[in-house]
């Protein structure tokens, strides 16, 4: 079985995606480190480097090597926007395709920040300050990406409703019998 979680940043797809695997006793993949790994440049670098059509391009690649694999696995997806190179692949009987997705104002409350060696940091008075801004970023991502995975042929949801991790794993587990 292939698990494959989307949704849009700070969602929480990394975090599941860790804790699922575990509980499952699966392999755990990160589209983030595999950019990284596979392109041998940090995020920031890659963000930098070309359009998101070329980025998208890259990511599909990789995505459809990892999904490839002869294993079982959780695999946390990034956003992505330009899915025709891959989409096609996540329809078959042994993937189970997932959207996180959680209010705007929850996904806001645990927003963090990256620098361009890709460590994360939290700035809370940044955050704060600039609220307005990232709650109508945050709720323009949460549309898009939700056409997106429609598109995608992605049926299977679950809201995270700002629910701890651990609480979110049991849910998925449950709800899809693994």
């Known amino acids: 079985m292939k698990i494959l979680l989307f ?29 990284k790994k596979h ?8 963000v930098q480097t070309a359009n998101l059509r070329w980025r998208d ?22 956003p992505i926007s330009y ?11 042994d993937i189970l395709p997932i959207e996180l997705y959680d209010t ?16 994360t940091y939290s700035d809370d008075q ?3 300050a600039h609220r307005d801004y990232y709650l109508k970023e ?3 991502d949460l549309d ?5 995975y429609e598109e995608m042929g992605i049926r299977n949801r679950i809201f995270i409703n700002n629910d701890p991790p651990e609480k979110v794993v049991d849910r998925i587990i449950s709800e899809y019998g693994l």
């Open 144 to 148: 898009w990406y939700r056409r997106i």
């Open 83 to 93: 899915t025709h190179n891959f989409k096609t692949r996540i329809i078959a009987d």
């Open 39 to 46: 392109l041998e440049m940090t995020l920031e670098e890659f």
């Open 126 to 128: 940044y955050r704060d």
């Open 57 to 78: 391009q890259k990511r599909g690649s990789i995505i459809k090597k990892i999904i490839r694999l002869e294993e079982d696995m959780v695999f946390a997806i990034a």
């Open 138 to 140: 945050i709720q323009g």
């Open 104 to 119: 705007a104002q929850n996904i806001f409350s645990r927003l963090v920040f990256s620098d361009e060696n890709d460590k």
């Open 7 to 35: 949704g849009v940043s700070n969602v929480g797809k990394t975090t599941v995606a860790k804790l699922l695997a575990k509980r499952l006793g699966i392999a755990f993949y990160d589209l983030d480190i595999e950019v």
